[in-house]
């Protein structure tokens, strides 16, 4: 019989300890054959030293990426890895227990080159959701659509070919946010192709404080793209932004509250259309701050 493929996971962690490991102690739990896989997690503060007594199993090695931002610590995960597939989690995220054995049964049944997980949340009160953990449930992770509409997928859930990164080269490391999208679209465009696998889970918290939405909204916003204003061009485009940004976030964002699959009451549309306003006022602040040279988030 032959050999499974060997599998690289890649999980970066940025002051994570708690829920990294109850990452990896899934990751440990899966039913994959453990010589055929290895976890390299890249902790992306190396002064931020693991602590005493943590958890590693001996398929697991902690290894640390001092440049700023998840895509950099992704890319030195990939430097080490010794898999022909490499799959990517977060550290706050819980792969189910199939999650890696699923992904191989995939690769294995057909010419695939990318494959989007599904990616369920987890509510601290499923009777009863914050108005964050709705509005995430609505507008997060719908990893299906992504790769209907997108051909991509978020690096929370993603399988890829070692190949297929040989060909498209690795995550832009200069940005912050928003690299998984922009490097599938890459991987598209030289045709490599993505499917989506409802099997291939894992599980997600979902914020649920008016803080962490406000600390992620704005990380997101600012890891993007630059904002400085470099020349009379970058001020014409400043001066057009906030107007399409209001379009984006407040109008179009929305509209979209009238297709979604989940059927909402009267009341969780206004509760989404106050927090899309809401959105729009902390990032436009934000806006001007990161014009003005201020500092990206982490």
């Known amino acids: 019989m032959a050999l499974k493929p060997f599998i690289s996971i890649i999980v970066p962690t940025y002051h ?33 030293n693991m602590p005493l007594g943590y958890y590693l199993p001996a398929n697991m090695t902690i290894v640390s990426e001092g440049k700023p931002g998840s895509y950099a610590a992704r890319n030195q995960g990939i430097s080490l890895a010794k898999g022909v597939i490499y799959g990517f989690t977060d550290s706050d995220c819980i792969p189910h227990p199939e999650w890696i054995e699923e992904a191989a049964k995939v690769f294995e049944a057909g010419n695939v080159d990318r494959i989007a997980g599904k990616i369920e949340f987890i509510f601290k009160n499923d009777e009863k959701q914050t108005w964050i953990e709705l ?39 200069s940005k912050m946010s928003g690299e998984d999208f922009g490097w599938n679209r890459r991987a598209t ?82 509760k989404v259309f106050l927090l899309n306003l809401y959105l729009y006022l902390i990032n436009s602040i934000e806006y001007f701050r990161l014009m003005f040279k201020g500092e990206k988030l982490r």
Not at 249 to 265: A, H, P
């Open 16 to 48: 994570d300890w708690d829920r990294l490991s109850l990452c990896i102690q899934a990751l440990d739990a899966q039913t994959y054959p453990k010589q055929r896989y290895e976890v390299i997690v890249v902790n992306n503060d190396p002064d931020d």
């Open 135 to 173: 509005y995430e449930s609505i507008y997060e992770f719908n990893q299906k659509k992504a790769v209907k509409d997108h051909k991509a997928s978020v690096t929370a859930n993603l399988f890829v070919r070692k190949e297929v990164f040989e060909k498209v080269g690795l995550f832009d490391l």
């Open 189 to 270: 465009a030289k045709s490599f192709n993505i499917v989506y696998a409802d099997k291939v889970t894992i599980s997600h918290p979902a914020r649920s404080t008016f803080s962490e939405f406000r600390k992620k909204k704005r990380r997101e916003f600012g890891g993007k793209k630059s904002y400085k204003i470099t020349g009379v061009m970058s001020v014409v485009k400043h001066f057009l932004f906030l107007p399409f940004y209001f379009y984006l976030v407040v109008v179009k964002k929305n509209l979209q509250l009238f297709s979604v699959e989940k059927r909402l009451s009267v009341s969780e549309i206004a």
